[in-house]
């Protein structure tokens, strides 16, 4: 079982940057691809990025590709997700989500979820 706690969510101006973070407990943890995923307000749950297991291989959705960049440090079971050039649409409660698989490319279920953390960008 992996348990996921998101932080680094925020209010910023349109241009700006936010790193979120995801803290992960188990080992399961670096044996796992992992992702992230957003909610906007009246709208669905979609998939912005993942990475494997080791770290070896990313994934973006085309509306991020370019502005964001996923990372992972095993060594200390968390997952990163840096966003730069922010725009407005990007406002949404972003999710940590874990797979059973060492790569995920965008598309299935995930797993493990955690509780989100909400990013606001102003215009």
């Known amino acids: 079982q992996v348990q996921l706690v998101e932080s680094g969510g925020g209010l910023v101006q349109a241009g700006g940057s936010l790193r979120l973070s995801c803290a992960a407990s188990g080992r399961t943890f670096r044996s796992i691809a992992m992702g992230w995923f957003r909610q906007a307000p009246g709208k669905e749950r979609e998939f912005v990025a993942a990475v494997s297991w080791s770290g070896d291989s990313t994934v973006y959705a085309d509306s991020v590709l370019g502005r964001f960049t996923i990372s992972r440090n095993n060594a200390k079971n968390t997952v990163y997700l840096q966003m730069n050039s922010l725009k407005p649409e990007d406002t949404a409660v972003y999710y940590c989500?874990?797979?059973?698989?060492?790569?995920?490319?965008?598309?299935?279920?995930?797993?493990?979820w955690g509780q989100g953390t909400q990013v606001t960008v102003s215009s």
């Open positions: 989500a874990g797979s059973l698989s060492r790569y995920y490319n965008g598309n299935g279920p995930m797993s493990y």
